[in-house]
């Protein structure tokens, strides 16, 4: 089995920083897309960023220049490190990873349980 745990979240001020990783365990041979996405009560999931395993990054138009996502591959590792932290960026932030694991021709995809970032005005 894979698993996916978060960590970083918490509460900030409006116009602080914030680092959440996420760390994949388990029996991996190798993974592709790792990303983050949040969900704010009442409102769907959305992608925040993601980041393919060569290093290549997208990210939601509105968070661009605030938020920026890195991995560590040696780790199985997935950061995002947020600034300029507004109200609105409160939400669960969920981990992502696209695992394809040994023996296997096909990957899936797997979450973490989430970890809570609270911005307070």
């Known amino acids: 089995q894979v698993q996916l745990v978060e960590s970083g979240g918490g509460l900030v001020q409006a116009g602080g920083s914030l680092r959440l990783s996420c760390t994949a365990s388990?029996?991996?041979?190798?993974?592709?897309?790792m990303g983050w996405y949040r969900q704010a009560p009442g409102k769907q999931r959305e992608l925040v960023a993601g980041?393919?395993?060569?290093?290549?990054?997208n990210y939601a138009d509105s968070l661009k220049g605030r938020f920026t996502i890195s991995r560590d591959n040696a780790k199985n590792t997935v950061y995002l490190q947020m600034n300029s932290l507004k109200p609105e960026d409160t939400a669960v932030y969920y981990c992502n990873a696209d695992v394809r694991r040994p023996f296997t021709t096909t990957s899936n995809y797997y979450w973490g349980q989430g970890t809570q970032v609270t911005v307070s005005s």
């Open positions: 388990g029996i991996i041979s190798w993974i592709n897309v």
């Open positions: 980041i393919t395993n060569s290093g290549s990054t």
